[in-house]
T-cell receptor
């Protein structure tokens, strides 16, 4: 069975600080896919990134960066120079090979104070 | 494209009442699913469908029914609402299996009193 753990329940930072969100996953498959979603206070779920298990190259997109390490089963997400608009709940999710289902972590609430 | 739409946005039910949450997508996606979101628990899968006429149970299916008569629609039925079903419900769709992005509807906030 697949499982996603986001140990951080809430993180509060002051604007311009960096924020790193931890995600640890469990799966028996060798091929799987990892996702991050953002849920702002308005409630919709916004797709941020997808990574497959064969691509450990870390990625930077603007102020966002992702660190995927298979050796530790982690897929961490960093917001650099945080802004108030980054305040949201962030979800890590996992999907196994040839499986339609997406398993979510409990989410981490990020609050960025001005 | 409207994407994934859900109605209603808000609903209050009394214990024992029944209702149907509507979900539709206009992207011709084969896969559709329903999740519920509760504080501290993330999103949990209720039911899913891999195509018209095919449905299956997810992690928390009790108290809910689904059907998929068309590719576009995937309604979720609460047969006899209970306070434990107070939650935010999200419908989602995706084009294919594991690596495809899942698109979510705006959610329905349901309160059962």
């Amino acid at each position: 069975a697949q499982k996603v753990t986001q140990a951080q329940t809430e993180i509060s930072v002051v604007e311009k600080e960096d924020v790193t969100l931890d995600c640890v996953y469990e799966t028996r498959d060798t091929t799987y896919y990892l996702f991050w979603y953002k849920q702002p206070p308005s409630g919709e779920l916004v797709f941020l990134i997808r990574r497959n298990s064969f691509d450990e190259q870390n990625e930077i997109s603007g102020r966002y960066s992702w660190n995927f390490q298979k050796s530790t089963s982690s897929f961490n997400f960093t917001i650099t120079a945080s802004q108030v608009v980054d305040s949201a709940v962030y979800f890590c999710a996992l999907s196994e090979w040839d499986d339609y289902k997406l398993s979510f972590g409990a989410g981490t609430t990020v609050t960025v104070r001005a | 494209n409207a994407g994934v739409t859900q109605t209603p946005k808000f609903q209050v039910l009394k214990t024992g009442q029944s209702m149907t949450l509507q979900c539709a997508q206009d992207m011709n996606h084969e896969y559709m699913s329903w999740y519920r979101q509760d504080p501290g628990m993330g999103l949990r899968l209720i039911h899913y469908s891999v195509g018209a006429g095919i449905t299956d149970q997810g992690e928390v299916p009790n108290g809910y029914n689904v059907s998929r008569s068309t590719t576009e629609d995937f309604p979720l039925r609460l047969l006899s609402a209970a306070p434990s079903q107070t939650s935010v419900y999200f419908c989602a769709s995706k084009q294919g299996a594991a690596d495809y992005e899942q698109y979510f509807g705006p959610g329905t906030r349901l309160t059962v009193t």
